[in-house]
């Protein structure tokens, strides 16, 4: 309801989108596959191999070196807030890039990206050296006084984040952003509807110095952190999710483990991303406190003790292929060398019509083509079924002995939990259904 709201004030804005901005409106466009475009291959980083005392975990840092523009001196903390020209509060999708610059989940950026920057990963996927970016890194304004040699103290709420020094301004070309990041211009699409809507005429590019961690209901630790508890030497599979754990999902991500592309001995990190997604997604504390619970649950289990969670403070894009790319290399940050990608990765339905804009395996040819150069190996999720003989088997086993699939609609389960009925076991974990069924109590009252 919130989306189709909003692309209804989208669409009356005719000054923001006439036919001369670029955009289509809803039901106007013409579809077209995603064109899965970078640019040649660029000669890779050469590996670092010291990354300091606080680093663990065997795979290198995206770019060789992992980034941290923390500053760790209380005076130096002051004397930079001090010498900032002015103030300005962060947008939640804002405070989550300033966080992942600070702490290196965005090596080898050290800022949001000027405009050569902006203009080269838009068009090539490639910072200027080379390096592979699924997303431009962009800070959005409409204030004018963002202009370049200006210091920006940024804040959540009283809370001093960080120092921004701005190298320049600059009006994008969101059109052409979108057609390459989103492979869409239409305001059906989530992405583009966000680029269009949510952010400000001007983009504004330079460095960030962090002053403190923001503060969350929950624990997003640094790359450095989490490689700290990570073997050194075995393979580390990421599993990348933005809604709740169900049985499905837990089968998937343990049994990748024994996946042919993933040594012997190797952990999962489940690495959900607690930021802003589609306005009608669960909300981010309601899936951290799932994923808290179900830890819980599962920790002296055979799989759950090769199991780790963290969190990760990540705005969705829904921008699929590209999108797959960014949270490899943020992985690869964090320490993975795999990553699970799944059947229609941060893939998105159309508002209006509800049609796919992405193919089911678009992300998965992608991951592998770019994959061995990022230096991370895509592991392709299996299709699982429920069988009432066997349990949880592949699509294609179950098609071949002729098992009886037991399926259950994201329709029937929200129905299921708000009329307070018995959800099957086999579909989602006790635990998990507890906290949601709290939410959707909370939210009744």
């Known amino acids: 309801m919130l989306r189709s709201c909003m692309i209804a004030a989208a669409v009356a804005s005719a000054s923001a989108f006439s036919p001369a901005s670029g955009f289509a409106a809803p039901m106007t466009r013409a579809r077209g596959a995603f064109a899965a ?4 291959a660029a000669p890779r980083a050469a590996r670092v191999a010291n990354f300091g005392p606080t680093m663990a975990a065997k795979q290198v840092p995206h ?3 992992l980034v941290d523009q923390m500053v760790k001196d209380a005076a130096e903390k002051k004397k930079l807030a001090a010498e900032c020209d002015f103030v300005h509060q962060l947008s939640p999708r804002q405070l989550c890039d300033v966080e992942l610059i600070m702490n290196g989940g ?13 203009n080269s990963v838009v068009q090539d996927m490639r910072l200027l050296d080379g390096n592979l970016f699924g997303l431009p890194i962009v800070f959005d304004t409409d204030r004018e006084d963002f202009v370049a040699g200006k210091k920006v103290l940024l804040m959540q709420d009283k809370l001093e984040i960080a120092t921004f020094t701005i190298k320049e301004s600059y009006k994008p070309d969101k059109v052409a952003e979108c057609k390459k990041c989103y492979g869409e211009t239409t305001l059906e699409h989530p992405g583009v509807l966000m680029v269009a809507t949510e952010r400000g005429q001007f983009y504004v590019g330079g460095e960030i110095k962090g002053l403190n961690k923001p503060a969350r209901d929950f624990e997003c630790r640094s790359p450095a952190e989490v490689r700290a508890d990570l073997p050194d030497d075995k393979d580390v599979v990421a599993f990348q999710c933005r809604n709740p754990v169900h049985r499905a999902h837990y089968e998937l991500f343990t049994r990748a483990l024994d996946a042919p592309e993933v040594s012997p001995g190797a952990v999962v990190l489940v690495h959900p991303t607690c930021g802003p997604t589609q306005a009608d997604d669960i909300p981010g504390d309601v899936r951290y406190r799932t994923y808290v619970r179900l830890a819980a649950e599962t920790k002296d289990s055979e799989a759950g003790k090769r199991t780790k969670w963290d969190y990760l403070p990540y705005s969705m894009h829904m921008a699929g292929p590209r999108e797959a790319i960014q949270h490899m290399m943020i ?9 699970i990608i799944g059947r229609d990765m941060a893939g998105s339905k159309s508002s209006i019509s509800g049609d796919d804009y992405y193919g089911a395996y678009d992300a998965q040819d992608f991951a592998k083509k770019h994959g061995p150069e990022l230096g991370v190996t895509p592991v392709p999720s299996l299709n699982l079924v429920y069988t009432e003989s066997k349990g949880y088997v592949t699509a294609e086993e179950a098609k071949e002995q002729g098992l009886a699939e037991k399926k259950l609609s994201g329709t029937k389960f929200r129905q299921m939990l708000r009329g307070g009925e018995d959800i099957p076991e086999w579909f989602a974990f006790k635990s998990v259904v507890e906290v949601l069924r709290e939410d959707v109590m909370a939210s009744a009252n």
């Open 37 to 40: 475009q970078s640019a040649p």
């Open 63 to 65: 770019g060789g070196v």
């Open 106 to 118: 965005l090596s080898p950026i050290t800022g949001f990206m000027d405009q050569a920057n902006y």
């Open 331 to 339: 992985r690869k940050n964090f320490g993975c060398t795999h990553f």
